[in-house]
């Protein structure tokens, strides 16, 4: 089940355990330099307004009522991440497992490949949460990732174009799969729970919340280079319930449009990066030594940048791309582990 709730997506899974639910909020954020450099975690602004397709009628084109999910705003240009959050079982020491997966247009964002179903360890096609508590872009490498930036569909600056070569799906798919209850109470005996979720700051969560034409839909695109490490699985396949799963599509209107399909305004514009980090306000970097990253996707890996395909096109896709060097930056560490150093 999939519920639309505050501007977040929550999957719930009663029947598998009364307690397995998931909350996926979509983060407005800073878009990075598209540069050379490598950048660590911005912060999360608030999240995107989320609102059902099927509220929309034929105010949206057919294809997104096909679907069906959820819609919302983007800026051309502009940036997002994905954050993950259950429910502390305080009794089991932990929150309920899921194995989630992400595409965009899809094109699976941890593998690169085509969306097929089902969930596959070589390559890891998934993400685990807990454990995984966000995702902001394209994993090209191990640690490393390209941001997740909303460009016109039918543009060529896509993951899914560069790769399928056709601008036809747009949009985010995510589809969550529970852990077995059986696994879930074998692996997790009763007992206090010792350490909560991370949660990456969000500033703020206040903000302001015709037919679609072509080009009003968006995809994302490979933006700036980012440090983060998407997780390696540590349970077995066999650990996750396939028979139990939910998924939904989630379509990207240009914010131009969102008034005519909602009569609400969409968001206002986020700062610049140079705006953010000339304020003195705080950058992340979260890691846990204790588990091992994937390696990144050789697909996703090969794709141009936003800025390195409108040199290509002679185009300048992205305004104020000023580098930048952030001065403050807070540090996560998993389960707020002490560091041993040399006596």
Known sequence: MIELKDDTLRFSFPEVHPRASLTVAFERTLRIPDDERTYDLPPGLGCFPLRHVDDAGARVPATWREHGGVMLPMYQAEAMWLCFQGGEISERQTE????????????????????????????????????????????????LIRQFVAMPLGAGYTAEEQLSGRPEHGGLQLQVYPMKREVFERRFPEGPMETGPIHRIVLSKEGPRAHVASGMVLGLAPGGRMR??????????????????????????????????????????????????????????????????????????????????????????????????????????AGNRVREGAF
Request: proline content about 10%; some cysteine.
């Open 228 to 333: 983060q490490q998407i997780f390696a699985d540590t349970f077995d396949l066999a650990d996750w319930d396939l028979s139990h799963s939910s998924r939904c599509f989630v379509h990207l209107a240009n914010s131009l449009v969102w008034r005519a399909i909602t009569g609400e305004a969409p968001p206002t514009v986020p700062p610049t990066a140079a705006e953010y980090t000339r304020a003195g306000l705080p950058w992340f970097d979260y890691y846990d030594d204790s588990r091992t990253p994937v390696p990144g996707s050789e697909e996703l890996a090969r794709l141009l940048s936003v800025m390195e395909m409108g040199a290509r096109k002679g185009e300048v896709p992205l305004p104020e791309n000023e580098a930048v060097a952030p001065e403050r930056v807070v540090v996560y560490r």
């Open 96 to 143: 309920y497992p899921f194995a989630i997966r992400v595409a965009a247009g899809k094109i699976d964002a941890v593998t690169g490949k085509s969306w097929e179903p089902g969930l596959t360890r070589r390559p890891q096609n998934y993400m685990v949460y807990p454990g995984q508590p966000w995702l902001d872009g394209y994993v090209v490498a191990k640690g």
